[in-house]
């Protein structure tokens, strides 16, 4: 089944937003990293992932810095709370030096857009986010890894290192494209955070979530 009959069949299903785990299989498909599933060892993340909770944490289906006995059991826990709920433990990202937000939606003056800038819990304290029009070739994408306020903490600020923006970039140019190519099935896509790793050494999508169009037929009505 391809990338696009993925996303028909969910819309078919009625999903509207799709969860982390899910979202994160598909876009895996598309060449977006993301971290090692069910690990043996290191420390791990618990979740419990379900379209109607996309903010998992503010209702306690995330759990942190686990081993991965741990993990099992805390996603075991969160599993008996919520019926219907796919549980998803994941290696924990450690080696980062910066938090990236990658978005694309659809605008109703310009179409299909994608925006990025610093993300985690800096979404909420700065407005720093660069904007660009769907699809965003990667020398649109690398420029948005070097401009406004973001790029200086890309750069490595007050002797940290500098972040991967080769790679940062090659991630918002491939999801502008995937999105482009399916703003009709999907309204929506946020990776927040993304993991970006020192230069050279890559990056990871540490959530992620879809939000797709309604039907057609819904649309009309």
């Given amino acids: 089944m391809t990338e696009r009959e993925t996303l028909e069949k969910w819309q078919r299903a009625g999903r509207k937003v799709v969860h982390e785990a899910d979202a994160k299989d598909l876009l ?37 810095d686990l081993s991965p006995g741990e993990a099992k059991k805390a996603a075991a826990e969160m599993a008996e709370r919520l019926a219907g709920g796919t549980a998803l433990i994941e290696e924990m990202e450690e080696g980062s030096v ?29 407005d720093a986010v660069e904007i ?16 406004g306020p ?12 500098p972040a991967d ?7 918002i140019s491939r999801i502008s494209v995937f999105f482009a190519e399916n703003a009709d099935l999907i309204s929506e896509i946020e990776i927040n ?17 879809i939000v797709l169009s309604p039907k057609a037929d819904e649309q009309e009505n």
């Fill in 28 to 64: 895996q498909r598309i060449g977006v990293p993301v971290p090692q599933r069910d690990p043996v060892e290191g420390r791990c993340v618990a979740k419990l992932c379900h379209d109607d909770y996309p903010h998992k944490s503010d209702h306690g289906f995330v759990r942190l």
């Fill in 98 to 126: 910066a938090e990236w937000i990658i978005g694309c939606k659809r605008d109703n003056t310009f179409g299909p857009i994608v925006l990025a800038g610093p993300g985690g819990i800096l979404v909420e304290l700065i």
């Fill in 132 to 147: 660009r029009l769907a699809p965003a070739a990667p020398q649109t994408a690398e420029a948005m890894v070097r401009s």
């Fill in 150 to 161: 973001g790029a200086r903490l890309l750069a490595g600020l007050r002797g940290a290192e």
């Fill in 165 to 171: 923006r080769d790679a940062l970039a090659d991630l």
């Fill in 193 to 209: 955070p993304v993991m970006v790793r020192a230069n050279g050494k890559g990056l990871v999508a540490a959530d992620a979530l």
